[in-house]
């Protein structure tokens, strides 16, 4: 399972991760340490029930756990699907805003 679905797929170079440190060839055979600047990730919640509960839960198609979930994530909009054993899938859109807490319930249908 993924705790940390926002690093899959990164280009390398292109997205700075607080706590991690690059090293760079100097070209003399010794890597030197530089540091990640960080990057100011501007960040909402998500708060996701569903009935029945323990459906598997989707953002952009990325998988984050299973429900009830509360999810830190980037703002803007984003698809939340939803899947469980014997039920038809359900897909929302939901804005996230900066510093809010957005509460989606999703019932699905047999």
Request: hydrophobic share 45%; aromatic share 4%.
């Amino acid at each position: 399972m993924a705790s940390r679905p926002d690093l899959f797929k990164l280009t390398p170079g292109t997205k700075a991760i607080v706590g991690v440190t690059v090293l760079q060839a100097t070209g003399v055979g010794q890597p030197a340490a530089v540091a990640a600047a960080p990057t100011a990730v501007v960040q909402g919640a998500l708060l996701l029930n569903t009935k029945p509960t323990r459906a598997k839960v989707y953002l952009d198609g990325v998988y984050y756990g299973m429900s009830p979930l509360r999810a830190e994530i980037e703002v803007g909009v984003h698809e939340v699907s939803v899947k469980h054993d014997g039920y038809k899938a359900a897909v929302e859109k939901v804005s996230i805003r900066k510093g809010d807490t957005t509460e989606l319930e999703m019932v699905l249908e047999r």
